[in-house]
T-cell receptor
Framework: AQSVTQLGSHVSVSEGALVLLRCNYS??????LFWYVQYPNQGLQLLLK??????LVKGINGFEAEFKKSETSFHLTKPSAHMSDAAEYFC??????????????FGIGTKLQVIP | NAGVMQNPRHLVRRRGQEARLRCSPM?????VYWYRQLPEEGLKFMVY????????ESGMPKERFSAEFPKEGPSILRIQQVVRGDSAAYFC?????????????FGPGTRLTVL
């Protein structure tokens, strides 16, 4: 069974500061990893994903994440926070089950607050 | 290319009534997933459907909840005899046919409030 742990349900950063949102996963097979962002009263928008290949993945809005197999981590970073980054961020892991479909497991989410 | 569409966006029901949530997947997508997000929690998988077939319903409560994805029309998540604990945001996601994508695309959700 796969699982995702997001450390810190709430993170506050100053505008212009580094954003670091932590995610650790467990999976019995090579994982596909995702970060989604959710703005208030909206659905989830894909920020970035790792499937295979380069372990440093760049996404939208200046975010990136690095897959570290040895640490089973997929932390999300952004060099300089912007007010518009305030949202909730979900890390997710998926595995391919028999029948070929992707079963996705989400973390509980991290709410990012950006302080002016 | 329209994204995943869900309606209604907000639904209010009294205890004991039925709730019907609709999801139209992206064009060309034949796989639909339903998730529930309870307050202050992450998304929990409920059910995965393909056209006319339920593939995995391991996350669905055993009673009162059902889902379908008919040959024509949207996918429907049906909750009978709603209780206050059913109040949540319900999200639908879709993906292309098997093997063509590893990503699920989410709709805006339906926020169900049970009075």
């Amino acid at each position: 069974a796969q699982s995702v742990t997001q450390l810190g349900s709430h993170v506050s950063v100053s505008e212009g500061a580094l954003v670091l949102l932590r995610c650790n996963y467990s999976s019995s097979v090579p994982p596909y990893l995702f970060w989604y962002v959710q703005y208030p009263n909206q659905g989830l928008q894909l920020l970035l994903k790792y499937t295979t290949g380069a372990t440093l993945v760049k996404g939208i809005n200046g975010f990136e994440a690095e897959f570290k197999k040895s640490e089973t981590s997929f932390h999300l970073t952004k060099p300089s926070a912007h007010m518009s980054d305030a949202a909730e961020y979900f890390c997710a892991v998926s595995e391919t089950l028999s029948g070929g479909y992707q079963k996705v497991t989400f973390g509980i989410g991290t709410k990012l607050q950006v302080i002016p | 290319n329209a994204g995943v569409m869900q309606n209604p966006r907000h639904l209010v029901r009294r205890r004991g009534q039925e709730a019907r949530l609709r999801c139209s997947p992206m064009k060309g997508h034949s796989h639909v997933y339903w998730y529930r997000q309870l307050p202050e929690e992450g998304l929990k998988f409920m059910v995965y459907l393909q056209k006319e077939n339920i593939i995995d319903e391991s996350g669905m409560p055993k009673e009162r909840f059902s889902a379908e994805f008919p040959k024509e029309g949207p996918s429907i998540l049906r909750i009978q005899q709603v209780v206050r604990g059913d109040s949540a945001a319900y999200f639908c996601a879709s993906s292309p046919p098997q093997g063509r994508s590893d990503t699920q695309y989410f709709g805006p959700g339906t926020r169900l409030t049970v009075l």
